[in-house]
Nanobody, 112 residues
Framework: QEQLVEIGGGLVQPGGSLKLTCAAS????????MRWYRQAPGKERELVAF????????DYAPSVKGRFTILRDNANNVVYLLMNSLNSEDTAVYYC?????WGQGTQVTVSS
């Protein structure tokens, strides 16, 4: 059974950094593109970052480009989201995704 587990969220001050990790299991991870989404209170879920199955192509939402980096380790079935220069607008629950499968999400709160 496909499973995605996100870890690494928490409380961080503005300007700080966090690293999110998504551990995948139950499917052939290297075959699938992966995505990170986020959903802030009262807002729709939005696509934050994309990485191709082989890691050669990435793409980002304009609001995070230059601050966030998506990486993957196909040998260990994990995908990462490195987040720098965080601000209050990055506060959201962050979700790992492939196809129609979602993790449970991890809360990121940016506040002083």
């Amino acid at each position: 059974q496909e499973q995605l587990v996100e870890i690494g969220g928490g409380l961080v001050q503005p300007g700080g950094s966090l690293k999110l990790t998504c551990a995948a299991s139950g499917f052939t991870f290297p075959n699938y593109d992966m995505r990170w989404y986020r959903q802030a209170p009262g807002k729709e879920r939005e696509l934050v970052a994309f990485i191709r199955n082989d890691g050669t192509v990435t793409d980002y939402a304009p609001s995070v480009k230059g601050r966030f980096t998506i990486l993957r380790d196909n040998a260990n079935n994990v995908v990462y989201l490195l987040m720098n220069s965080l601000n209050s607008e990055d506060t959201a629950v962050y979700y790992c995704n492939f196809m129609n499968h979602w993790g449970q999400g991890t809360q990121v709160t940016v506040s002083s």
